[in-house]
């Protein structure tokens, strides 16, 4: 938690979808290529077997045309991208991939517009995002969230499928450290503000993480980490410096952030 330092609180705040960036950022999720691709990540998806000749291919364009050329023959080598999506698309009947709605990813989240699926989507990111946006919209705390998790998955309107859901998304939370998941939720919110740059949420990153490195969290992690050959973000043996997100206090974030 914390920020990966590489100015990833500027980008999870732009996805495609307005509380996709929250659930990366917060559960350490990988997203695969549809994921990439769905969320604005990633403009085309190429098999590796393709990249030779597209490497040829893009070595024979003209100088002249270079800037119109490129794009075609990227797009003719793709299996599908942000644009035509035809990877994406040609399990789904009677519809095409749903363009996500300009939306000045800027404003205030209760005013963006929900965001829907004209079919199931195969994204696992997006399909989070979908059954639990209300929840990540609706909380500005690592602690709101968690209890809005609690209650989605005993919730029996949410089914069993979306009660599963709710009680994955919240183990990933909670296997993590409080302190850093609050700063992690901060970093995303700051970094969506309509005068941040990519430079400015580095710096931003860096002067958390700094601190963050000094916490009693990182070091037994680190040391956990170290014995058992491994960098999973699991508990340290004898648990966080605070035992719920609820011990966290806006003075120790703030902290973490003081300039």
């Not at 979908?130 to 709101?144: M, W």
Request: aromatic fraction near 6%.
């Amino acid at each position: 938690g914390g920020g990966d330092g590489a100015g990833g609180s500027y980008v999870l705040g732009r996805l495609n979808h307005p509380v996709a960036g929250k659930i990366i950022a917060l559960t350490g999720m990988e997203c695969r290529a549809f994921d990439q691709l769905a969320l604005g990540l990633a403009t085309h998806f190429m098999p590796s077997d393709r990249m030779p000749e597209l490497e040829r291919n893009l070595a024979d364009i003209a100088r002249e045309t270079m800037g119109h050329s490129v794009g075609l023959v990227v797009n003719m080598h793709s299996d599908g991208n942000s644009e035509t999506d035809d990877f994406l698309s040609h399990d789904i009947p009677d519809g095409e991939w749903p363009r996500v709605d300009e939306t000045d990813m800027y404003m205030d989240e209760a005013n963006i517009p929900p965001f829907t699926f004209g079919f199931t989507a195969e994204s696992a990111v997006l399909c989070l995002a979908a059954s639990l946006e209300d929840i990540f919209r609706r909380e500005r705390t690592v602690a709101g969230i968690v209890t809005g998790l609690q209650a989605a998955a005993e919730d029996e309107e949410m089914g069993p499928h979306g009660r599963e859901v709710a009680r994955e998304v919240l183990s990933r939370i909670l296997a993590r450290s409080p302190l850093a998941q609050e700063a992690t939720l901060r970093l995303i919110s700051e970094g969506r503000g309509s005068g941040e740059t990519m430079e400015s949420c580095m710096a931003r990153e860096k002067r958390v993480q700094l601190r963050l490195l000094q916490k009693g969290d990182f070091k037994a992690w680190a040391a956990r980490a170290g014995e058992h050959g491994c960098a999973e973000c699991e508990p340290p043996a004898n648990g966080w410096t605070h035992r719920h997100v609820k011990d966290v206090t806006k003075e120790e974030v703030d902290e973490l952030f003081a300039v």
